[in-house]
């Protein structure tokens, strides 16, 4: 390779984020053996960390080539780190050890400035105590936190409550929907702060780097994208505190959770310790947002939940914003033990996990607009809706929030539910969500028609030959081989 200051010959790409091979594309007119006016690809072993005078680490392009989308110059790492240079990064930071760690290793690698970016899906107050503080201990140049919670609901969620997805038959999506969103407001500070690329905490072993990633990829496919967790020698939390001392970052001195956990206004899921075990039955101390259903009320308590278009706007008569009616059916549906699931679930990477997820709000809303379409959908729509809810389901699970797929079948749901409108009225007792009333002034529900009297429109006698038809292919078969 060139010595540093002088030309660079070879444009670097990363193959594998983590991997110990690197690909070299030399762009002299010769290759090696010889052979004129053709460029020569070199593969060479190094271990994870680039010296000073190789190229730049880039994001795999996507569309046809699979080639370096940047490059840098040797003569660029005097004014970078140890893998290349970037300008500004803005990092999805929460405040707790391994992002906090993120910061002075983006600024040591990549000779960067570094926003940290937090946004409020709903995870809580506590959580975002102290963060600016932390932030720039860490070494970062600024904090940007943003409310969206509203923009969750009313965006993301209602649109899968309207849809009715569920991945693989229980769980309610939370991380899923929420990601999308983080990953946009991302995307929008960067361009408000001049960055040129964007950084996540996420492991390489789970979904959530796939969702943030596709969103980047939607929303400004120019933007760098730096995942340290694929990159960098720290392998476990002992380490991570090993390199903030050696960088003096603060270690966050909250008791570390025995749960992996993430929580927003939806739902709150553990993984992790225990649970790792299918076998085992979780704890009840690790519970947060719900009590046993055992110890739950001994008195049923009723709700009204109005319905608009398919999606939830009052609780008893009053109509709430969509994070305030949320947030109050999590503290009743909370209180009753609504909304625990335990599941094992197949990961877009390839594994199998088992988490146990807490939604009792969610679960509510999800019985209220389910029980609705009982009136106002029929039998084909229905079907339809169902057979199309569950592909909804996986593309918001993959992380494809933004994919005209999606997007495509969210305006068949919106569409479909128009006419979902009216109330519903639930019975919550000790974990269960019972349906004791629902009404509609779109009910495809008629008393004259249903009731087992006789009535001027369904004459009884009529279904005599609608049998005769509909059972004819059945009974042709029983006769072929009755030989009739």
Same mark, same amino acid.
């Given at each position: 390779?060139?010595?540093?200051?002088?030309?660079?010959?070879?444009?670097?790409?990363?193959?594998?984020?983590?991997?110990?091979?690197?690909?070299?594309?030399?762009?002299?007119?010769? =290759?090696?053996?010889?052979?004129?006016?053709?460029?020569?690809?070199?593969? *060479?072993?190094?271990?994870?960390?680039?010296?000073?005078?190789?190229?730049? *680490?880039?994001?795999?392009?996507?569309?046809?080539?699979?080639?370096?989308?940047?490059?840098?110059?040797?003569?660029? %790492?005097?004014?970078?780190?140890?893998?290349?240079?970037?300008?500004?990064?803005?990092?999805?930071?929460?405040?707790?050890?391994?992002?906090?760690?993120?910061?002075?290793?983006?600024?040591?690698?990549?000779?960067?400035?570094?926003?940290?970016?937090?946004?409020?899906?709903?995870?809580?107050?506590?959580?975002?105590?102290?963060? !600016?503080?932390?932030?720039?201990?860490?070494?970062?140049? %600024?904090?940007?936190?943003?409310?969206?919670?509203? !923009?969750?609901?009313?965006?993301?969620?209602?649109?899968?409550?309207?849809?009715?997805?569920?991945?693989? *038959?229980?769980?309610?999506?939370?991380?899923?929907?929420?990601?999308?969103?983080?990953?946009?407001?991302?995307?929008?500070?960067?361009?408000?702060?001049?960055? @040129?690329?964007?950084?996540?905490?996420?492991?390489?072993?789970?979904? @959530?780097?796939?969702?943030?990633? =596709? #969103?980047?990829?939607?929303?400004?496919? !120019?933007?760098?994208?730096?995942?340290?967790?694929?990159?960098? @020698?720290? #392998?476990?939390?002992?380490?991570?505190?090993?390199?903030?001392?050696?960088?003096?970052?603060?270690?966050?001195?909250?008791?570390?959770?025995?749960?992996?956990?993430?929580?927003?206004?939806?739902?709150?899921?553990?993984?992790?310790?225990?649970?790792? @075990?299918?076998?085992?039955?979780?704890?009840?101390? +690790?519970?947060?947002?719900?009590?046993?259903?055992?110890?739950?009320?001994?008195?049923?308590?009723?709700?009204?939940?109005?319905?608009?278009?398919?999606?939830?706007?009052?609780?008893?008569?009053?109509?709430?914003?969509?994070?305030?009616?949320?947030?109050?059916?999590?503290?009743?549906?909370?209180?009753?033990?609504?909304?625990?699931?335990? +599941?094992?679930?197949?990961?877009?990477?390839?594994?199998?996990?088992?988490?146990?997820?807490?939604?009792?709000?969610?679960?509510? +809303?999800?019985?209220?607009?389910?029980?609705?379409?009982?009136?106002?959908?029929?039998?084909?729509?229905?079907?339809?809706?169902?057979?199309?809810? =569950?592909?909804?389901?996986?593309?918001?699970?993959?992380?494809?929030?933004?994919?005209?797929?999606?997007?495509?079948?969210?305006?068949?749901?919106?569409?479909?539910?128009?006419?979902?409108?009216?109330?519903? #009225?639930?019975?919550?007792?000790?974990?269960?969500?019972?349906?004791?009333?629902?009404?509609?002034?779109?009910?495809?529900?008629?008393?004259?028609?249903?009731?087992?009297?006789?009535?001027?429109?369904?004459?009884?006698?009529?279904?005599?030959?609608?049998?005769?038809?509909?059972?004819?292919?059945?009974?042709?078969?029983?006769?072929?081989?009755?030989?009739?």
């Amino acid at each position: 390779m060139a010595s540093a200051g002088g030309p660079s010959r070879f444009v670097g790409t990363s193959v594998r984020p983590g991997s110990t091979a690197s690909c070299f594309i030399h762009k002299d007119s010769v =290759l090696p053996n010889g052979t004129p006016g053709a460029a020569a690809v070199q593969v *060479r072993r190094h271990r994870n960390k680039a010296r000073v005078g190789q190229a730049v *680490r880039c994001a795999m392009a996507t569309g046809k080539e699979q080639g370096a989308i940047s490059t840098a110059s040797s003569g660029d %790492q005097k004014n970078g780190g140890l893998r290349g240079k970037l300008n500004k990064v803005v990092l999805a930071y929460s405040g707790g050890l391994d992002t906090s760690v993120i910061v002075p290793w983006l600024r040591e690698n990549y000779g960067c400035e570094v926003v940290c970016f937090t946004a409020d899906v709903g995870q809580g107050a506590i959580e975002l105590e102290g963060l !600016e503080k932390k932030a720039k201990a860490s070494g970062a140049c %600024q904090l940007v936190v943003k409310d969206l919670k509203e !923009e969750f609901v009313s965006e993301y969620i209602y649109p899968c409550l309207r849809a009715g997805a569920v991945y693989e *038959r229980k769980y309610l999506l939370g991380t899923s929907m929420a990601r999308p969103v983080i990953a946009k407001a991302m995307v929008d500070v960067a361009k408000e702060v001049g960055a @040129d690329a964007v950084a996540h905490g996420c492991t390489g072993k789970g979904n @959530d780097q796939v969702r943030f990633e =596709l #969103t980047f990829y939607a929303l400004n496919p !120019e933007l760098k994208v730096v995942a340290p967790w694929r990159e960098w @020698d720290i #392998t476990g939390r002992e380490d991570a505190i090993e390199y903030a001392k050696k960088h003096n970052v603060p270690v966050p001195v909250s008791k570390k959770s025995i749960y992996s956990r993430d929580r927003n206004l939806w739902h709150l899921s553990h993984e992790g310790d225990i649970l790792e @075990d299918p076998a085992n039955e979780p704890k009840e101390d +690790m519970y947060m947002m719900s009590v046993a259903p055992e110890n739950a009320p001994s008195e049923p308590e009723y709700l009204e939940i109005g319905i608009v278009a398919g999606v939830p706007v009052s609780i008893n008569g009053r109509d709430l914003s969509p994070a305030s009616l949320l947030t109050e059916l999590n503290e009743i549906g909370g209180k009753h033990g609504i909304g625990r699931i335990d +599941m094992v679930e197949n990961r877009l990477v390839g594994m199998k996990s088992r988490g146990v997820y807490e939604t009792p709000g969610g679960t509510i +809303m999800a019985a209220a607009v389910r029980e609705l379409e009982a009136l106002t959908l029929d039998r084909d729509t229905m079907q339809c809706k169902d057979t199309l809810a =569950l592909k909804y389901a996986e593309l918001v699970y993959a992380g494809r929030w933004f994919d005209p797929l999606r997007q495509s079948i969210d305006a068949f749901m919106e569409n479909i539910t128009s006419t979902t409108t009216g109330s519903v #009225t639930l019975n919550l007792y000790k974990g269960s969500v019972n349906v004791t009333s629902r009404k509609s002034p779109y009910s495809l529900y008629r008393e004259d028609i249903s009731s087992f009297e006789n009535g001027e429109i369904y004459n009884q006698a009529d279904a005599e030959g609608f049998i005769r038809l509909y059972g004819l292919p059945t009974r042709v078969r029983a006769m072929l081989e009755k030989g009739i």
